[in-house]
């Protein structure tokens, strides 16, 4: 199979420029190859950071070829035949390096699928130009595929780039011809495209343009390919009637159809979202795609069976008022003495899962795919909490443990009911055979644990929000530091 190994740098070369044979290292594995060097700018957002701007960045691809596939490769024929001898299904993770990406692609190697990553990396530019930082030390990518490998022999392919740049798709689709794309690759945080109008825009922008290339990548390139799309409860919004998976059957005036259930979007993030599963429905029925999505709830933890084998595997974990999510930023707050942070009334109810389910789910969608033509929706959480129920269960946790948890209401900077009738249909990945791990309290301990053995990384100063949804503004904003 082609390798791809791809590197953000600000240096520009002439998108011609071709260079001879070269040595490169690859793990353990030293080849000389002939390598082509192209590039591609990719208008990554310019946001604001203590007063520096971030810059428009140069994404360099470079392709390798492995000796024993130089030959055909020059003669002309596909490595497609090379590619399926082993039988193994090939599985596209958009957005790899990411939170529930990471611990995917782990898991779907573990279940020997044949993986490969595409990510931009800006999940990591976005820490720097925040000043924010992950609960635990993360390695860099290439570290983790490296020491992925020597602990199981099984290799991950890596395609660094822009999925909004369709040139760079297209050369990675018919690189690695994907069977299933697991489209993780979106900026996924409500409160980070309330920040100011640029990060509304980039957004919309990458989510919505980024989603609509795969689209035309699958036609184009992989018509067969089964798209896996993680979506978002918040499509539903609250409403006062019983959530479905993605349909609602209506009789109105006398006449009944089954509709897409209607959507309630509560910020821009969560409005791009609604835009993709239009998008991807639409192209269902006009070109016969077949798509699964997987309309996540809010997720908690971070180890996995595969994460947990090597520190240099372990997963980010956000506590932080950007990219945080409730329970882990509530075990956070325990472990270092702060109370938690309950926005307003707190009864704000949402479905939860524990991250072992995310990658669980995934694995039940790519086995079990959509017909062609069809347009799946699966609600994928386990179970509903309040906003005020979860602060209930760390506190409890926390005195256990020896920790002294105190809870405060803050001014709540979203635009959103707080106290509301929640009631969310789940059953069809139950029915594909989810086994769901539900948060109990020796789960909460040993999250707890985790934030306490980390604790001395916690900065305080990002527990507290920050950003306010009726503020949103056209100036940049600076966040606090």
Same mark, same amino acid.
């Given at each position: 199979?082609?390798?791809? =190994? ?24 030293? %080849?000389? =190859? $002939? ?22 960045? #140069? ?23 090379? &590619? ?34 595409? &990510? ?14 992950? =609960? ?46 697991? @489209? ?22 990458? #989510? ?51 509709? $897409?259930? $209607? ?31 997987? #309309? ?23 506590? &932080? ?57 699966? #609600? ?45 249909? @789940? ?9 769901? @791990?539900? %948060?109990?309290?020796?789960?909460? &301990? ?36």
């Amino acid at each position: 199979m082609a390798h791809l =190994l791809s590197t953000s740098c600000s240096a520009t070369l002439p998108p011609s420029q071709k260079l001879s044979s070269k040595s490169w290292s690859i793990g353990s594995l030293k %080849l000389r =190859l $002939p390598v082509t060097f192209s590039t591609s700018k990719s208008s990554f957002p310019s946001l604001v950071h203590r007063g520096i701007s971030s810059q428009r960045l #140069n994404i360099v691809q470079a392709t390798t070829l492995p000796l024993n596939q130089e030959t055909a490769s020059q003669s002309g024929s596909s490595n497609k035949t090379i &590619d399926n001898a082993s039988g193994r299904k090939r599985v596209m993770i958009i957005g790899g390096d990411g939170y529930c990406g990471w611990a995917t692609a782990l898991h779907l190697s573990n279940k020997n699928y044949e993986v490969a990553i595409v &990510d931009n990396l800006v999940r990591r530019l976005f820490d720097h130009q925040l000043g924010l930082d992950s =609960l635990t030390p993360i390695a860099s990518i290439q570290n983790r595929i490296r020491r992925w490998k020597s602990l199981t022999g099984k290799d991950i392919e890596l395609h660094v780039g822009d999925i909004c740049d369709f040139e760079f798709l297209a050369e990675t689709f018919k690189s690695f011809e994907p069977d299933s794309v697991v @489209h993780f690759g979106e900026q996924r945080s409500a409160p980070y495209s309330m920040i100011d109008r640029s990060r509304a825009v980039y957004t919309q922008h990458n #989510n919505v343009i980024g989603t609509l290339n795969v689209l035309f990548a699958i036609k184009e390139f992989r018509e067969e390919c089964h798209l896996v799309k993680l979506g978002t409860m918040g499509e539903y919004g609250t409403p006062n009637i019983d959530i479905e998976e993605g349909y609602i059957t209506i009789t109105h005036n006398g006449r009944t159809d089954t509709l $897409p259930y $209607p959507k309630q979007a509560s910020s821009f993030y969560h409005l791009s979202k609604v835009h993709d599963s239009h998008n991807i429905a639409f192209t269902c029925k006009a070109w016969g795609i077949r798509a699964t999505d997987l #309309n996540q709830g809010v997720v908690y933890g971070v180890r996995t069976d595969e994460t947990a084998m090597h520190e240099e595997l372990c997963n980010r974990f956000d506590y &932080d008022a950007v990219f945080g999510t409730a329970l882990n930023r509530f075990c956070v707050q325990a472990a270092v003495g702060h109370p938690l942070t309950v926005y307003g009334k707190g009864g704000q109810t949402r479905g939860y899962l524990d991250i072992r389910d995310t990658v669980q789910c995934v694995e039940l969608a790519i086995a079990n795919p959509a017909t062609p033509g069809e347009f799946r929706v699966f #609600n994928q959480f386990t179970e509903q909490f309040s906003v005020r129920e979860l602060a209930a269960l760390v506190t409890k946790a926390g005195e256990k443990i020896g920790l002294k948890v105190e809870t405060t209401s803050v001014p709540n900077p979203r635009v959103e009911a707080e106290e509301h009738y929640y009631n969310a249909k @789940h059953t069809k990945l139950v029915e594909l055979g989810l086994k769901p @791990h539900l %948060l109990s309290d020796s789960l909460l &301990d040993s999250v707890l644990n985790f934030a306490v053995q980390y604790k001395d990384r916690v900065d305080t100063k990002q527990i507290m929000p920050s950003v306010s949804w009726r503020k949103t503004g056209a100036k940049p904003q600076t966040l606090r530091t």
